[in-house]
């Protein structure tokens, strides 16, 4: 059975009023970019020639700012030293919407801070420094970390538990908080680093990554079959109803305790940077599964928010509008990425197109009922070209031009038409007569039209001509006419 598609709008709005509970080890991550110009001659080792530098909330704090750039409220309770990264990091979260901070505070440990030194040209990663207490929180700040989550489940949709080893989620506070999570009937994810999984016992589903997997369960763990062999006993001692095991450019293994396992390959995509992905595939999970999603719907939503992470420098965070863009079919997306609606929206893509050397070309028409002779034209058109931007005339324009009953189709429906197209890269409906007003603000390097027009019929050649650009025509396809198509329609005969 084919998968269906996804409804990603329904669900972006049931998201939109949910809360997660993230509860983890933050960090402050530190990006430096530069270019490795020389060999060190004390070491020897390349010497990266700093040119820029990035910071980011990273470990459980990234995870919160994912929950919320997908569109949910997050309550994020972490742990900070009294310290310059401490303090950055609290003024970080603050000014993201859609996160309420609760931070705990420790005199006598270092906030854990992160550098990590980036070769700019082959985005590899040369070294990493860090600063760091990887010891359990005291009993004193056990009982405040305590404190501080146990109010706050009871807001909260989901619960999820960002273990990064470095001090949170000691199996006190783990207890403590899925026991109360469990008897108000809360969901709890957890992202594991323990190999002890007995500690996270009662979870809803564990996230860990093929390696973490391997070796809590002292498996292989190299294939989809072989996960799902080495679930069976880990998911009894963990009394859990779930296992997701995350393998990188391999995909993902889900293993539900009833019912068959789903393994879905990774989207071929160009890897930037994979730090923070996993962070990212906790939040999808955590959002989807907040809505009352089922697995199937879940998984997805997590494999495509990887792709979008790992396509990017930094640890990065992914929005609900990327995550759609890679959800669903490009056709489903056409009407909504090349219908231009605001005038500055065609002046940014002609900036960006300018910007990477594209031609833009240029064609215009009514296009009330598509027909081969304008997919000659368009195609044609394309192949002169880069880009292509068709211009369209409006309802108004229409019926000035062809009379009071048309169009037959509005310009909505027209316009939607074209940008299915894989010819068609941008549509913009003008209101004039004429496209000379569009034309001149875009400067096409091509200006193309069906061949029954000569160069000097053609609107707007002097503009494009006079700016170095050329006029194209195409022949046209014979016995192919909207007006004789709607007369044919209409009962007039052929």
Not at 140 to 165: C, G
Not at 301 to 309: C, F, K, L, S
Not at 440 to 447: A, E, H
Request: proline share 4%; glycine share 8%.
């Amino acid at each position: 059975m084919p998968t269906p598609i996804l409804d990603f709008d329904a669900l972006a709005k049931a998201i939109s009023v949910r809360t997660v509970l993230c509860i983890g080890d933050i960090m402050l991550d530190e990006f430096v970019y530069g270019e490795v110009s020389r060999i060190s001659p004390e070491a020897p080792t390349p010497v990266i020639v700093a040119q820029r530098s990035e910071i980011h909330i990273g470990g459980a704090g990234n995870v919160a700012r994912n929950v919320a750039s997908l569109g949910a409220r997050c309550i994020f309770v972490g742990l900070v030293g009294e310290d310059d990264a401490g303090a950055r990091l609290e003024a970080a979260l603050d000014e993201l919407t859609g996160v309420e901070n609760v931070l705990v505070r420790d005199p006598t440990r270092p906030t854990t801070r992160k550098v990590r030194f980036v070769s700019e040209h082959f985005s590899t990663h040369m070294l990493r420094a860090d600063w760091e207490q990887a010891a359990p929180a005291s009993d004193d700040i056990e009982t405040k970390l305590i404190e501080a989550i146990l109010p706050q489940i009871a807001r909260a949709d989901i619960v999820l538990l960002s273990d990064y080893a470095k001090g949170v989620l000691t199996a006190r506070v783990i207890r403590h908080t899925i026991d109360a999570a469990r008897k108000l009937g809360k969901p709890v994810i957890v992202d594991p680093k323990s190999l002890n999984w007995a500690i996270y016992r009662g979870a809803t589903l564990l996230t860990p990554n093929r390696k973490e997997f391997s070796e809590a369960t002292r498996s292989r763990a190299d294939t989809p079959q072989s996960i799902v062999d080495a679930s069976e006993d880990v998911m009894r001692l963990a009394d859990c109803e779930a296992i997701l095991v995350t393998q990188g450019e391999h995909g993902m293994t889900l293993v539900p305790r009833n019912g068959a396992a789903v393994h879905v390959p990774a989207f071929p995509v160009k890897v930037r940077d994979v730090s923070g992905a996993g962070d990212t595939v906790a939040a999808a999970l955590a959002v989807a599964l907040a809505t009352g999603a089922d697995w199937d719907t879940a998984l997805r939503m997590a494999n495509a928010a990887a792709a979008v992470a790992v396509g990017k420098q930094g640890t990065a965070s992914v929005s609900a509008a990327e995550l759609r863009r890679k959800i669903l079919p490009h056709a489903t997306l056409a009407a909504e990425e090349k219908i231009v609606l605001e005038p500055d929206t065609l002046d940014a893509q002609l900036a960006e197109w300018q910007r990477q050397g594209q031609r833009v070309g240029f064609t215009n028409g009514c296009f009330d009922i598509l027909h081969p002779g304008h997919v000659k034209v368009l195609t044609a058109a394309r192949a002169a070209c880069d880009r292509l931007i068709v211009g369209l005339n409006s309802d108004a324009s229409v019926r000035r031009l062809k009379g009071a009953e048309r169009p037959v189709q509005d310009e909505r429906a027209r316009a939607e038409v074209l940008a299915a197209l894989e010819a068609v890269d941008l549509v913009v409906i003008f209101e004039e007569d004429t496209p000379i007003d569009l034309i001149t603000r875009i400067k096409p390097g091509v200006l193309v039209k069906g061949g029954d027009y000569t160069r000097e019929q053609v609107v707007g050649h002097e503009v494009v001509e006079e700016a170095g650009g050329t006029v194209v025509l195409v022949d046209i396809l014979q016995g192919f006419s909207t007006t004789a198509l709607v007369h044919r329609a209409r009962g007039g005969g052929k």
